[in-house]
């Protein structure tokens, strides 16, 4: 089986400043993909981005960028430019064989 | 397409009861997941379904739990003799194998759980 740990809690940033979260996955296998998801207060979970760890190239999506480190087994989060509505629990999640398995979370406040 | 739809949103039960939650999942989705999600933490795989066939079932979900998906289209999960530690919000989630074999989950809002 698989494990994601996210050792961070819960973290503070201020509006329009830069925050990064972090993710440690153990897996033993070759072929996977990870994922970071972000759920707001009280709403549903929605994806973010996601890395193929086949793909050497970090993924990027408009704010949001993976620093994708695949001998360190690590995969963190990085949020640019913050804002009030980034602020929300965020889960990395890893896939193998169709099975997802989920960090504990990471509760993001960004403040005004 | 509404997205991935669950119902009720919220049930409050007594201890010893069953309960029955509804997924139904974007159309055009082969593959239906169910995790339960406690406070503060994160999902925990109970169970997919590829189309009708329950493909995987976790050590998490006991004798008490059963999840179907006739004809491949909505899933329930059933919870027999609910316990107060069932308590919990339980997330359907769908997903449509892309190119490559990435597989990425839709989310339903869920369905919160309370056992009293």
């Known amino acids: 089986a698989q494990t994601v740990t996210q050792s961070q809690p819960e973290m503070s940033v201020q509006e329009a400043e830069t925050v990064t979260l972090s993710c440690t996955y153990d897996?033993?296998?070759?072929?996977?993909?990870l994922f970071w998801y972000k759920q707001p207060p009280s709403r549903q979970m929605i994806l973010v981005i996601r890395?193929?760890?086949?793909?050497?190239q970090n993924a990027t999506e408009n704010r949001f960028s993976v620093n994708f480190q695949k001998a360190a087994k690590s995969f963190s989060l990085k949020i640019s430019d913050s804002q009030l509505g980034d602020t929300a629990m965020y889960f990395c999640?890893?896939?193998?064989?169709?099975?997802?398995?989920f960090g504990s979370g990471t509760k993001l406040n960004v403040k005004p | 397409d509404t997205g991935v739809s669950q119902d009720p949103r919220h049930k409050i039960t007594k201890r010893g009861q069953n309960v029955t939650f509804r997924c139904d999942p974007i159309?055009?989705?082969?593959?239906l997941y169910w995790y339960r999600q406690t406070l503060g933490q994160g999902p925990e795989f109970l169970t997919y379904f590829q189309n009708e066939a329950q493909l995987e079932k976790s050590r998490l979900l006991s004798d008490r739990f059963s999840a179907e998906r006739p004809k491949g289209s909505f899933s329930t999960l059933e919870i027999q003799r609910t316990e107060q530690g069932d308590s919990a919000m339980y997330l359907c989630?769908?997903?449509?194998?892309?190119?490559?074999?990435?597989?990425?989950?839709?989310f339903g809002a869920g369905s919160r759980l309370t056992v009293l």
């Open positions: 890395q193929e760890a086949y793909k050497q």
């Open positions: 989630a769908s997903s449509f194998p892309q190119a490559m074999g990435v597989n990425v989950l839709t």
């Open positions: 159309s055009e989705h082969n593959r």
């Open positions: 999640a890893s896939d193998s064989f169709n099975k997802f398995y």
């Open positions: 897996t033993s296998e070759n072929n996977y993909y």
